[in-house]
Each structure stands twice: as C-alpha cells, then as structure tokens.
C-alpha cells in the first residue's frame, strides 16, 4: 500500500549565506523596511495570545500596524504557556562557566539529533541575550542570587547554568510580562482583542493568506475577519494523544486547517516525551501533571536494583537502588536531555523494576539535596512544585521520593516555515510551537519559552515587514469566491458534526485516539506497530463520523461541538503523524525505531538517508500525502553520535 507520495524537494530561500555569524544581521537590512506612516495602513491577525503570540501582537501593535488578536480562552492570559514551569535560556555567561552564543547554537543542534537548520538556530542563540533584557525592564520577577544579581541553573542537554527562571512559574511570570505589554496596545486602540473566538479557516485570496474564519464560542457566530497578513500562534498538537501536559482545550485546528489550504506540515512525528510526569492514577485522567525538569538539578533518579521488589523507598537500602541515570551517563548524570532520560525510565520499567502502581514510575529523591542544601533553601527553589506534586498524590516529597513516568508534553513538528517565519502561503507566518522550525527531533528543556519570545518581540516584527512592504492589498468582502467558499466549508463541517446523532461521546474517540498514538507512536515505535496504527486510526475515523454524538446546536455555547471539530482534525494528524514515523526508518530524538538502535540500546540514526526535513503536502482528502524534503546542510556542526556518556 502506498502510504504517500514523493514530491518535488523545497528549500530556505530566505536564509542569507555566508557567515553564520551575520546572517541575521544581514537580513535585516536586506529586509524592506513599512514606513511609519503606511504601518496604520496595513492589518495583521494574530491567532493565539501565548507567549509567542502575545509578544508578537504587543511589538507589531507598537511598531504602528493595526492588530487583530484572537483566541479561544476567556482571556489572552489563559494561554497555555502560563503552565511552563522551570526557565528559559539565554547565553548571557553570568556564571562564567564557558557558556557563549555558540556553545547555546552547539548545544541546540546537538540536542535536536542534527535535525534542525544552523541558520535558525544559530539565530535563536543570538537573541536569547536580549529577552532577557527584555523582560527584565517588563519587571518579570527571575530569581537572584543573595547579592541581587540574576540567578541561573542547569537543565537536561547541557554543562553550563544558561536557564533563567522564576521558582517554578516561569511561563506565567513571561505570560504576565507579554500580557501586559499586549494589553497596553488594546488600551491604546492599537490592538483589537477578540477572546472566546476559534479560527476554524484560513481565507487564501489569489494565493495569498488574507484572513481567517472564526466561530464566537458563545454565540456560535461564524465570521469572516480580513487582514494584509495572518500570524498563527497557536501552539503545539501533543493532545492527539489524548493524555499529555498541555491544557485540555490545547488543539491542531489552526495549524491543520492552514495545512489543508496548502501549508506544507513539517516533520509531525517528533513529538517530545517529558521525563518529570506525575504518572497516570487512572481512567478518570483526561490530562498529566508536569513536574519541571528543574527538579532534576537537585533530585536523584532511581529505580530498585531488584525487579519487583515493592518495598517502600525508605526501606530499600542505598546500595540496593540504582541511580540508572548517573550509572549509565556519568558526563551528564540526572541532566541528560530529554529524549535520552525518557527512553532510559521506560527501559528500566519494562525490565520490571519500575515503582508505582503497574510498575509505571521511577523516584525522583530529594534526600541528599536536603541533607546538603537544608530544607529551607529546597523550598526556596521548589516550594510551589513539592506543594503541587502534593496536592495531587498526596504525598509528601520532602519525606518520600517523587515518583514521575514519561509522558508527551511538546511537539517539534508544525507547519513548515523559511527563515523569515514564513509558510508556504505567502503572507502565512508561523510562529512559536506551531512552527517546526528550532528544534530538530527533540527540544532542550527552557527553549520552548525562549523561542515563543524571540519569534514574537525580535524575528517575526522585522521579517513581516518585508511582506508587508507590497500591502496593502486590494479590499475583501463576504461576498469574493474565496472567502464565500471558505466560511461555507465551516458551516458545511459543523452541519456535519451535528447530523451525525450517535450514540458514542466525542472524549470516547478522543481517548482511543490517543492509545493507539501512545502504543505505537509514541516513545517506541516499529514498521509493523506503525502500518497498524494507520489501519486502527482510518477504521476508528470511519466510525466517528457515523456514531460521534454531538448533542446541542451550534447557534449558541457547545463545548461538545468545539472538542469534536478538533478531534475530527486530530484524526487527520495522527494518520499523518504515523506516516512520518513510518517513512523515517531511523531513531532519532524523541523517535526511537526499534528496528534501528545501536548495540548498547542507543538510538541509532541514519544521517545518509535521512538528513532533511520532511514537509508533507496536503494532496486531498483520502489521497496519500506528498513528502516535500528540505535538506539539511551542516557547515558547522558536523553530525556525530549523540553520547552524553
């Protein structure tokens, strides 16, 4: 069976040559520039009021342009980067450790498996220096040490303390800073705030992304919103597998719905497994609590050295535990990268050794840094954490060990981008998780907050410029072809959902979903594993749309109605998720192919075969989609075997 097809290759035409070192500065003056005047001329939509979001609304706002901000939150400070935890990072050195602009460019491209592009990478680590700067003067509260200065710490994938943090609520503390940046520009006229509105279209007018179509959530209004240019800021597609971190209203609809108007979609199976999960307690879970890879800076990871032996933590003796982590990657220890500490706690659990209810956990001990540091400057550090952990299990960390399992938290994939931020629409620019664009097969821990702020207050207000610099352009109405054509497929679509009157819930699908996501797309994946997941997901869709029950009508608030157009688009994605996986017969970063895995159990990549992004095209509904590849070139990180040994 054919599964996709191959397509012409795509490239960056927009990323500058020569050195790296300039290539950032050498676009912005190559750029053309709006002048002020004509800026009040030109409109922007922003959809997604995250981090990326929100700073990119607030820079484009005070920069002149009119701005249209929308999401589907009660408020634009509900987005979901408010629940990021442990930091954000920048290459400003403070610890003199040997930490540089080059060292965070190395570390990235390294920790992504060599899967990302240098020149966006290298770019990223140069702005990193100034968010900070940023958010500092915003009056975002990062932690310092005794004599006032700012403090860092260390994260997974890296020997030096880069990681800029706020105790244990960094991405509410940035949230705030962009919010109230965002909201400045609402109260001066510049930016118009639409809250409780989902973008269920893209208008694209003669090739061009001209507007969105949105649904009132309370309402049920459908409308059709027109601007020069449409920015999608609306984060990752982790809930597909039903169970993750992200919050339950967290979806692809945005992104998805601008891949089937000709947005190419970039590599969807590099989905990131967090590490530092509370472990599923049951059924009755519709989402998973993240524990901040933070914690791994203090906290000791362990399993028993006897397979089921089910004693409690403190009756297990010393050197009856085994620190598998410090055991096997002595150079990194409990700070290996991600996808490297997850694949190593699921190993140690199916060897029978996992604690917990079904064996599903490991301990996460705070013990010797308690011992070492005392009490007090433990909860200085993690206090709001070790109350969450909790409040949710009832236990106490600073007298029992955490227990924490994998589970899915980021997406790398998103829709494709150039250097300029730019889709394969023009006038389509995508920005933070949405994109795919920094992180290669598997995301450093505090570079998620790092690239949502350097997309929205740095890359993205001068790149946009140069698109905008042909605007405005020519005057739209309900009534063009296009637009006409595009609010009808979201009437037709809720109709759809509606008429079907089955007899099975939307959160039922929805779960099934994501098992057979988990089972075999998740951390470890097989050829065999893979073409049966596309059978199960093409068989259960199929049975969606024919027993989905979706009661109420769509004239007014039906959260019924909202998750079953999102999951019907989560069905489209997995399949296509499942194909990616399928078609890279490699392990790489988060994607571990059983059938490709060195002798001591490592993953195992294939950099002759498969160094290229994979951007699929979308060919029609029921055909196979259309493999797009970006090659990858590497001038100055040269490929190697990843060993945090």
């Known amino acids: 069976m054919n599964y996709w097809s191959e397509g012409d290759p795509i490239a960056d035409t927009a990323a500058p040559d020569g050195p790296i070192e300039t290539r950032w500065e050498r676009r912005q003056f190559a750029a053309k520039l709006v002048n002020p005047a004509n800026r009040r001329k030109l409109t922007v939509i922003v959809v997604g009021t995250g981090l990326a979001g929100g700073s990119a609304a607030a820079t484009l706002a005070e920069a002149g342009y009119k701005v249209r901000s929308y999401c589907y939150q009660d408020s634009p400070r509900r987005a979901h980067s408010i629940a990021a935890q442990g930091g954000i990072n920048a290459a400003k050195n403070y610890r003199n450790d040997g930490d540089s602009v080059y060292r965070l460019f190395y570390d990235t491209v390294k920790g992504g498996d060599f899967r990302a592009r240098e020149s966006n990478v290298y770019r990223l680590a140069q702005v990193s220096v100034n968010i900070i700067d940023q958010c500092v003067a915003q009056g975002v509260p990062f932690a310092r040490e005794y004599g006032g200065l700012l403090d860092n710490r260390s994260f997974g994938g890296t020997q030096v303390s880069r990681t800029f943090y706020a105790r244990g609520q960094t ?6 800073g962009a919010y109230q940046a965002l909201e400045r520009q609402v109260a001066l006229g510049n930016v118009e705030m639409h809250t409780r509105h989902e973008m269920l279209e893209l208008i694209v ?8 179509v949105v649904r009132d959530l309370v309402t049920g209004e459908i409308s059709t919103e027109f601007a020069d240019a449409v920015v999608l800021a609306s984060g990752g597609y982790g809930n597909v597998f039903f169970l993750s971190t992200n919050a339950k209203g967290c979806n692809v609809t945005a992104s998805w719905r601008a891949h089937r108007k000709g947005a190419l979609f970039a ?13 599923e307690s049951g059924t009755h879970q519709s989402k998973l609590t993240l524990m901040s890879e933070s914690l791994r800076n203090d906290g000791r990871v362990w399993v028993p050295v006897r397979a089921g032996d089910d004693r409690v933590p403190a009756d297990i003796p010393e050197d009856e535990r085994d620190y598998y982590l410090e055991r096997i990657y002595p150079s990194f220890g409990n700070l290996v990268p991600r996808d490297i ?16 209810p079904g064996g599903l956990g490991v301990y996460l001990d705070f013990a010797d840094a308690i011992a070492r540091l005392g009490r007090d400057a433990v909860e200085a550090k993690y206090g709001n954490l070790f109350e969450m952990y909790e409040r949710i299990t009832g236990d106490d960390p600073y007298i029992t060990p955490m227990r924490i399992y994998p589970a899915v938290h980021y997406t790398m994939g ?4 150039d250097y300029d931020l730019q889709s394969t629409i023009p006038g389509l620019f995508v920005v933070g998780e949405a994109n795919f664009s920094d992180h290669g097969a ?3 821990g505090a ?5 949502g702020l350097a997309d929205g207050y740095f890359v993205l207000p001068n790149t946009i410029n140069d698109y905008l610099a042909s605007g405005p352009f020519p005057a739209l109405s309900a009534s063009h072809p296009d637009v006409a054509a595009a609010r009808a497929a979201v009437s037709e679509r809720i109709s759809a959902l509606l008429a079907v009157d089955g007899d099975r819930t939307v959160d039922s699908f929805h779960r099934e979903l994501g098992h057979i996501m988990w089972e075999y797309c998740g951390m470890e994946r097989t050829e065999e594993g893979l073409t049966k997941a596309i059978s199960l997901i093409r068989s259960l869709r199929e049975e969606f749309w024919t027993r989905v029950k979706v ?3 769509g004239e007014t608030l039906n959260q019924n109605l909202e998750r079953a157009g999102r999951v019907a688009d989560f069905f489209e994605l997995a399949e296509l998720m499942c194909v990616d996986a399928l078609h890279r017969a490699e392990s790489c970063g988060g994607h571990f192919r059983a059938e490709s895995q060195t002798p001591d159990g490592e993953a195992l990549r294939h950099d002759d075969e498969f160094s290229y992004v994979a951007a699929w095209q979308f060919a029609g509904t029921g055909e196979p989609p259309v493999l797009r590849r970006e090659t990858l070139d590497f001038e100055y990180v040269h490929p190697s075997q990843r060993s945090y040994k």
Request: aromatic share 4%; with cysteine; charged share 15%.
């Open 442 to 444: 598997n995301r450093l």
């Open 447 to 451: 570079s998620a907050l790092m690239q």
């Open 341 to 356: 500490a997850s694949r190593a706690a699921k190993n140690v659990c199916d060897e029978g050794r996992g604690v917990g």
């Open 551 to 553: 009661p109420g009508t």
């Open 171 to 176: 991405g509410q503390q940035l949230l705030l």
């Open 414 to 417: 998103g829709l494709w981008v």
């Open 205 to 212: 007018v003669d090739g061009k992304a001209r507007g969105i």
């Open 267 to 279: 590599n969807p199976c590099y989905t990131q497994i967090h590490p530092t999960c509370i472990p």
